[in-house]
């Protein structure tokens, strides 16, 4: 069993940078793909990164590369999404989450955290 808590979420302007941080709780942290989705108001969950067990390979949304950054300390038990010249758009819940095998744009990612809010103002 994993459980996951994001932080870091928050209110801030348009162009500016927010470090979101995911907690997990489990001795296998380091066996599970990891990523992050996001969910604005009236629209589906979407992917936005993830990051595979070793930490070595990421996949990132085409409409936040070079923006965004995964990363995870398998020794902290952490994942992270540091994410820099935000946008409107930008504007979600940022949900946490963990999967056994590859790191996917599927949501089929077998644990959840409850989500952090981020709202980007213009």
């Known amino acids: 069993q994993v459980q996951l808590v994001e932080s870091g979420g928050g209110l801030v302007q348009a162009g500016g940078s927010l470090r979101l941080s995911c907690a997990a709780s489990?001795?296998?942290?380091?066996?599970?793909?990891m990523g992050w989705f996001r969910q604005a108001e009236g629209k589906d969950r979407e992917f936005v990164a993830a990051?595979?067990?070793?930490?070595?390979?990421?996949d990132v949304l085409d409409s936040v590369k070079g923006r965004f950054t995964i990363s995870r300390d398998n020794a902290k038990n952490m994942m992270y999404l540091q994410m820099n010249s935000l946008k409107p758009e930008d504007t979600a819940v940022y949900y946490c989450?963990?999967?056994?095998?590859?790191?996917?744009?599927?949501?089929?990612?077998?644990?959840w955290g409850q989500g952090t809010q981020v709202t980007v103002s213009s």
């Open positions: 489990g001795r296998a942290f380091g066996r599970f793909a």
């Open positions: 989450t963990a999967r056994r095998g590859m790191a996917v744009r599927r949501n089929d990612y077998d644990y």
């Open positions: 990051i595979s067990w070793s930490g070595g390979s990421t």
